[in-house]
């Protein structure tokens, strides 16, 4: 089986493009006043967030591919390169990022990576840049192991995986309202995603695609953007801070921080590094689902609406 198969960079090849855009974006919000709004001290946290995403994959990505290419060697499968091949990849790796993304929210260790995506009460296009520094940590690399196994090449499916991120960036912006119903219903687009970063309790752990949407409805986890309660974005307790590294490592401080409390059980230490973000041994806490549930107490008028049924 070949190993030296490569792909170009398509991340690195949409950076004029992402420039482009985020002026694009920037001027149209200054003319028309509407369609979002930039905080200047918040966007250069993103764009410094997104430089140094790259600079730690550059020095950890070695990692990922040791561990890509020592399953190609073990495989006795190779699917070849046709486009087919590769339009099947993108799509079952599509289909790892929903959950890798859903593991991401529902799994706090791996929330404390992906918790500074989150982290902008603003929502544009410099949003899509505040990427984790710390995912190889995360160890969620194994859930791209299936690919490899089926035998897809490690650099097609990380080449695949570059399209996905790259297809992502232009979904966070409000300069955009809906698409044609027959995209919206297939595709992930601003609207679904404008959801997901919402901190309302209806958008809580929801719509976690990255292109196409119809995975959150084949799993049940898809909530469409209502126009009557319009995403508050950010995180349900707001850091507060512009500091790029509280934004990358305040989570893994705090998982630190209640694993090391004193007086707990090995059980309750181990929860709060693997069960979902607001847990506590104590119940002092609220989880998404009780953030639901108390909204429903004060607002029963909303129970069997979007997002609460």
Not at 113 to 123: A, I, K
Not at 172 to 181: D, L, S, V, Y
Not at 248 to 260: G, P, Q
Request: with cysteine; proline share 6%.
């Amino acid at each position: 089986m070949p190993d030296t198969i490569s792909y170009p960079d398509v991340t690195q090849w949409a950076v004029p493009f992402f420039i482009a855009a985020i002026l694009a974006e920037f001027l149209w919000i200054a003319i028309k006043r509407r369609g979002g709004r930039y905080e200047t001290r918040d966007a250069v946290t993103s764009l410094v967030m997104g430089a140094g995403s790259v600079v730690s994959g550059i020095a950890l990505g070695f990692i990922a591919w040791a561990f890509f290419m020592l399953l190609w060697q073990i495989t006795p499968l190779d699917l070849g390169t046709s486009v087919w091949v590769i339009a099947l990849c993108f799509i079952l790796d599509d289909l790892r990022y929903y959950w890798v993304h859903r593991f991401g929210h529902r799994v706090r260790w791996v929330w404390a990576s992906h918790v500074n995506h989150h982290s902008s009460q603003h929502y544009n296009l410099t949003t899509a840049l505040r990427q984790t520094w710390t995912g190889t940590f995360t160890f969620m690399m194994v859930v791209r192991a299936p690919l490899v196994l089926l035998g897809f090449h490690p650099a097609m499916v990380l080449f695949v995986g570059g399209i996905n991120l790259v297809y992502q960036f232009w979904i966070h912006t409000e300069a955009i309202g809906r698409m044609p119903r027959w995209f919206e219903a297939v595709m992930n687009t601003p609207s679904h995603h404008r959801a997901h970063h919402g901190r309302n309790p209806r958008y809580l752990d929801c719509n976690y695609a990255g292109v196409f949407i119809v995975w959150d409805k084949v799993f049940g986890t898809f909530v469409p953007e209502q126009d009557h309660d319009r995403p508050d974005y950010g995180l349900v307790h707001n850091i507060g801070t512009f500091n790029p590294l509280r934004v990358a490592f305040h989570e893994w401080v705090s998982i630190f921080k209640d694993m090391t409390q004193p007086g707990l059980t090995p059980r309750q230490r181990l929860l709060y590094a693997v069960a979902p973000p607001g847990y506590s041994h104590d119940g002092s806490r609220d989880s998404s689902e009780t953030i639901r549930a108390k909204h429903l107490q004060r607002h029963p008028e909303d129970i069997g609406s979007a997002g609460f049924d």
